[in-house]
């Protein structure tokens, strides 16, 4: 596995960003005419970098990930990425009809992948996730822990340069989550990869991310970003960790607080 | 992964840690026993049907109904059936209709898949005929003995088109239920997997459909297999053969009740065998593997 990653290590020289996102704007067709979701937003993810979007309900952060990922297009302004992103939703989103190693098989088998090498492949990544000896599982016999690992892994069989994730942790019990991010992180060093992250849980923002970006509601704006500089390993625990959270969680409030005033 | 492991080094924690959260939260399912299939499973059905046979016998031994025109003893049913299958007549009757209904209902099979598909993504043909295709499966599928004789003679095409107009409708509807009820959430896992347009029916949709298209299936085989045994016995001719519904007929024209009654018996016992064998196992394996069978 060592040379696949290496490889995917070694690709990001040619493109600048992993995403760019250059004043985009988004309404949708609502019951009071146009609505808009999200205003002017321009954010570049660097190859390799992890950001993570936060926001309240109603900042339309999944509309820009699925702007993004190319499941929607914007009413105004671009976004670009180097190919096309791989996306993991809050829900598993496995096919019960195939196997954890089939799924992770067919996302090979529609990038072409040969057909000798796609078993091998999807052994390796399900290693990547620790779930070895996975493979011939049905979906209904993995905890919810492991279908997301499974979904994990299977959105990294795109290889692309770029990971969305759409809230992948929200479903989770505490304990499974935290495991989790110390998954993803292991997972995102070692691979390279740009991640894209959508959350509305502060802690996870800012143990996982190198940026953390805010997004106010109604239309979605970019209020604040910050840079999180707290050193890996971090813990959900950390003072530093701690820290920041209660200033973006007070921030956020705020924001929050905008909406009941009128 | 040596060259470009930069993680810290807790991996045994974080592996082990995951490892035990894999086996607390992992379900595990066992295969109940056979002894538990045979009580629970096989059992009841049999008690029943032996209790229909007690009451039936019953019937006639206290001569509650004493004429063996309107209700003949179940060994007179017996002896009828035990005699076709001395004079080798038996399994001739049944494989007559049972290849009639099966070779109906594959025809079915290849027209309906692709209708259904068709109604599934055009919306303008689903606008049209999807309305007629529903209120089809509504329509008596006796109905169109008549017009099929006439258009027809009295032939097994004449059958075969009498089966397809009462299994094409069902099988069609099952698929475009199936297709109905995909997930979006699937469709857009699909497309950013990269399986759009044909892969993404190929390999998402009609996959993801299985189940709505197998409830169908069983559905068009009861649909062809009554359809066919109307067209039996209104249509009986004797360069036709005797399939299961002549033989009902000829009893009738007989006054043989015990030949009518071993008819009923055969087709019934032929069209639960047929869903027994080959659609009930079908729908369970489907249902199985999805995890939508949720064992009592």
Known sequence: MATTLAKAADGTQSATHAARIEHVSKSFAGPAGQQLVLDDISLDVAPGEFVTLLGASGCGKSTLLNLVAGLDRPTAGAVTTDGRPALMFQEHALFPWLTAGKNIELALKLRGTPKNERRERAEQLLELVRLGGAHGKRVHELSGGMRQRVALARALAQESRLLLMDEPFAALDAITRDVLHDELTRIWRETGLSVLFVTHNVREAVRLAQRVVLLSSRPGRIARQWTVDIPHPRRIEDTAVAELSVEITEQLRGEIRRHGQH | ??????????????????????????????????????????????????????????????????????????????????????????????????????????????????????????????????????????????????????????????????????????????????????????????????????????????????????????????FSWRSLMAAEIIASFPDLGVGLGQLLENGRNASDMAMVFEAILLILTVGIAIDLLIFSPLERRVLRTRGLLVKS
């Open chain 2, 1 to 222: 992964m040596a060259s470009t492991d930069t993680t810290p080094k807790d991996p045994g924690d974080l592996a082990g840690l995951e490892a035990g959260l894999d086996a607390l939260e992992t379900v595990q399912t066992t295969r109940k026993p056979l002894r538990h299939t045979l009580t629970q499973k096989v059992l009841p059905p049999v008690v029943a049907v032996a209790l229909v046979l007690a009451v039936w016998q019953s019937l006639i031994t206290f001569k509650i109904v004493d004429d063996p025109t309107k209700l003949p003893a179940p060994a007179d049913v017996w002896g009828v059936l035990e005699k076709a299958w001395l004079q080798g007549e038996l399994l001739g009757y049944i494989w007559t209709s049972v290849s009639r209904g099966l070779l109906g209902f594959c025809l079915a099979l290849l027209i309906a898949t692709p209708l259904g598909l068709l109604l599934a993504r055009v919306k303008l043909i689903r606008a049209a005929i999807g309305p007629i295709l529903s209120g089809l499966q509504s329509l008596p599928s006796v109905a169109w003995v008549p017009p099929a004789v006439i258009w027809l003679g009295l032939n097994n095409q004449m059958m075969y088109a009498v089966i397809l107009l009462g299994a094409v409708p069902s099988i069609a509807n099952g698929l475009l239920s199936g297709v109905d009820q995909v997930p979006p959430l699937f469709q857009r896992a699909g497309r950013t997997l990269g399986a759009t347009g044909i892969k993404g029916t190929w390999h998402i949709t009609l996959p993801a459909a299985l189940p709505g298209y197998v409830a169908g299936l069983k559905q068009g085989w009861a």
